[in-house]
C-alpha cells in the first residue's frame, strides 16, 4: 500500500501543477484586460551607457514592471548597426510594445515599420519617423522640449556679458539627430538677432569616447585663442560638455562659462567642483522620460487615445542652486516640478500598481 501511495504521488503532484497551470490570473476589475496578463516590452536606447541613459531605463523599467510588465532593456552605445538589428530582434521575438531612443531620421521609419505591420505597440524618443512625405501611424513620438531647452541655455550664455554678441565655442553635431537639430533651430535665431557669434562648433567623430574626444578637440582649440578672447563655450548635449570642461580644467581656462543641455549625477558632481566653471545645464528628468514614455505604451497596449507626439517640460540646473547632497534623485527639492508629473497615469494604473505591490 505504501508502494501504491509513493507511485501515486508524483502522479498527484502533476495533476495538482496542471490545475494550477490552468487556473487564469483573477482579472483586476476597472482595468482593461488587453493589459492584464504576461505583456513583454522591450526598451532599446541608441545610446551610451552613461548616467542620463541609466535613468532613462530605470524609469522605464520601474514603471513597466509596477505595472506587471516584463521588460527588458537594450542599449547599442550609439551603434546604428546594433541598434537596428536588436529592433529587428525585438519584432522577431513578439513583444508587445516597444521604447525606442534615438533613432535616426534617415533609418528609422523603415526599421520601425515592421514593428507596426506586426500590430507591436510603438513609442518612440528624439526619434523622427517620417520619411519624406511617409508618416508611420499608431506611433507616439516623445521629445523633451529641445526648443526650451536651447531658450533657457542660451538666454544664461547671453547674461555672460552686457556686449553683445557673445562670442561662442559651440559643441554640437548634426544634422540627422533629432534633439541636436531641434536645440540648433533655436541657436541659430540667437546668431540672426546678433545675441552670439560663434567661433567654433566643436563635434564628436568617436562616439565610443565623447568625452575624450571633445577634450582632445577642446585643446587645440584653446591653443588657438588666448583668454579674453573666447566668452562662454556652449554644449548641445551634456556627453560634449563634461569633454570640453575637462579640457578648460586641464588648460587652466576655468575664467569661460560652461553652460549646457541635459544633466546627470557626474554633471551635478563636475559643476560643484572647487573653482568649477559649469554654471548652468537646462534639462528634463530622464527618469521621468522614461516613465512617461511606459505609461503611453500602457495606453496603447489597452486600446486607448494617445497623442502623436509629446514634448517634457524643460527646466534650468543652476551651479548656484546646488547643495552638496544634491543627486539626481532629489534635484525636485531646489527645482518646483523636477521628476514628478501625472501625465498619461490614469485610474486604472494606479489599481495594477496596488495589485502587482500585493503579490
Not at 530605470?58 to 505595472?67: C, F, H, K, T, V
Amino acid at each position: 500500500m505504501k508502494k501504491l501511495a509513493f507511485l501515486l504521488a508524483p502522479a498527484v503532484l502533476l495533476a495538482a501543477c496542471a490545475n494550477s497551470e490552468a487556473t487564469p490570473a483573477k482579472k483586476i476589475s476597472g482595468v482593461p484586460e488587453s493589459v492584464q496578463g504576461d505583456i513583454k516590452i522591450a526598451v532599446i536606447r541608441n545610446l551610451a551607457s552613461d548616467d542620463h541613459t541609466k535613468q532613462f531605463l530605470d524609469g522605464a523599467r520601474s514603471e513597466g514592471e509596477a505595472l506587471g510588465f516584463k521588460v527588458n532593456t537594450f542599449i547599442s552605445e550609439g551603434n546604428d548597426v546594433k541598434f537596428k538589428e536588436l529592433v529587428a530582434q525585438a519584432v522577431q521575438q513578439d513583444y508587445d510594445g516597444l521604447i525606442i531612443s534615438h533613432g535616426k531620421e534617415d533609418y528609422a521609419y523603415d526599421m520601425i515599420k515592421p514593428a507596426i505591420d506586426k500590430g507591436i505597440q510603438v513609442v518612440t524618443f528624439d526619434t523622427v519617423t517620417k520619411k519624406k512625405d511617409q508618416t508611420l501611424k499608431g506611433i507616439t513620438e516623445t521629445f523633451q522640449d529641445d526648443h526650451k531647452l536651447a531658450e533657457l541655455s542660451l538666454d544664461e550664455v547671453t547674461k555672460v556679458k552686457d556686449d553683445k554678441p557673445v562670442r561662442v565655442i559651440k559643441l554640437w553635431f548634426g544634422p540627422g539627430f533629432a534633439p541636436l537639430d531641434r536645440r540648433q533651430e533655436i541657436y541659430k535665431t540667437y546668431e540672426a538677432d546678433g545675441k552670439i557669434k560663434t567661433l567654433e562648433t566643436v563635434g564628436p567623430t568617436n562616439f565610443q569616447d565623447v568625452q575624450g574626444d571633445i577634450a582632445t578637440k577642446m585643446n587645440a582649440i584653446l591653443a588657438k585663442y588666448p583668454k579674453g578672447s573666447i566668452d562662454a563655450v556652449w554644449g548641445a548635449w551634456d556627453e560634449v560638455a563634461k569633454g570640453a570642461y575637462k579640457s578648460l580644467k586641464d588648460n587652466k581656462r576655468q575664467e569661460i562659462p560652461l553652460i549646457s543641455i541635459d544633466v546627470s549625477n557626474q554633471d551635478i558632481n563636475l559643476m560643484r567642483e572647487k573653482g568649477s566653471n559649469w554654471v548652468s545645464t537646462s534639462a528634463v528628468d530622464p527618469h521621468l522620460i522614461g516613465q512617461t514614455d511606459m505609461r503611453l505604451l500602457a495606453k496603447k497596449l489597452a486600446g486607448e487615445k494617445t497623442p502623436d507626439s509629446f514634448d517634457l517640460d524643460a527646466k534650468l540646473v543652476e551651479q548656484k542652486a546646488l547643495k552638496a547632497d544634491t543627486t539626481m534623485y532629489n534635484l525636485d527639492t531646489i527645482i518646483k516640478g523636477w521628476s514628478t508629473s501625472e501625465k498619461f497615469d490614469e485610474p486604472w494604473m494606479e489599481k495594477l500598481r496596488k495589485a502587482n505591490a500585493a503579490k
